[in-house]
């Protein structure tokens, strides 16, 4: 199986263009996807629903951006809702 989101994909979304960063984007990457799967309760992959895909792209621009001290799902909030799984 294969990422949600790839690297190459990511700096295509983050309009990057260099390589020199793409270790810090790929962790960024992880933590996203680690972020958007605890909230979720699914291992995600390339054929994943795209909201969640998106999610992942979308908190991982933030991160890369600096925007918040922490990794929060407010933003990407209506993307994975639907997609929880109900943990009794």
Same mark, same amino acid.
């Given at each position: ?22 270790? *810090?984007?790929? $962790? !960024?990457?992880?933590?996203? +996807?680690?972020?958007? %799967?605890?909230?979720? @309760? ?14 992942? *792209?979308?908190? $991982? !621009?933030?991160?890369?951006? +600096?925007?918040?001290? %922490?990794?929060?799902? @407010? ?14």
């Amino acid at each position: 199986m294969t990422a949600p989101v790839s690297l190459t994909e990511a700096k295509l979304f983050l309009r990057v263009e260099h390589g020199a960063e793409d270790g *810090l984007i790929q $962790t !960024l990457i992880d933590a996203a +996807r680690a972020r958007v %799967e605890g909230e979720v @309760g699914l291992s995600l992959t390339s054929t994943s629903p795209a909201p969640l895909r998106l999610a992942i *792209l979308m908190l $991982t !621009l933030r991160a890369y951006e +600096r925007e918040g001290s %922490e990794m929060t799902t @407010g933003p990407v909030e209506a993307w994975i809702a639907p997609y929880r799984v109900v943990r009794l």
